[in-house]
């Protein structure tokens, strides 16, 4: 193989599979964030107690103790809401930085095939 066709094997691969596969590991760490903030589940359980800590009515009982059942409940919905509003924002923001990432990146990957031939005739400038 001489290195015409060297040079010519390496663009094709640079610029057709590494290209797609550089896209396929964004979409891999988008699912990965996803996932990992579980960004549905806490959407669609945003106003469940925290840990499903809650008071159980016990029969008719007193006034009292209904309202002091009620008002646990509700503190622990709101903490529960607080948290999964906390924790989904993190995990928007995550995917936000995750895709703003990959513009720089595939940039760079563009452009890669440029710098380094004129790396090298730089460095031969400042040694000589």
Avoid: C, D, Q
């Avoid at 903030?37 to 009982?61: A, D, M, N, Q």
């Avoid at 890669?112 to 790396?119: A, M």
């Amino acid at each position: 193989m001489g290195f015409p066709a060297l040079i010519k094997e390496y663009i094709s691969w640079h610029y057709g599979t590494a290209l797609k596969e550089i896209i396929v590991l964004e979409r891999n760490f988008l699912w990965f964030g996803y996932h990992l903030f579980s960004i549905k589940l806490l959407l669609s359980t945003i106003v469940s107690p925290l840990y499903r800590i809650h008071e159980s009515y016990k029969g008719l009982g007193s006034m009292e103790m209904l309202m002091e059942n009620a008002v646990a409940n509700i503190v622990s919905r709101a903490v529960g809401l607080v948290f999964r509003t906390i924790v989904i924002i993190l995990g928007i923001l995550f995917e936000a930085l995750l895709a703003m990432a990959i513009l720089p990146v595939l940039i760079f990957w563009l452009l890669l095939p440029l710098i380094i031939p004129l790396s090298f005739f730089i460095g031969l400038n400042i040694i000589l």
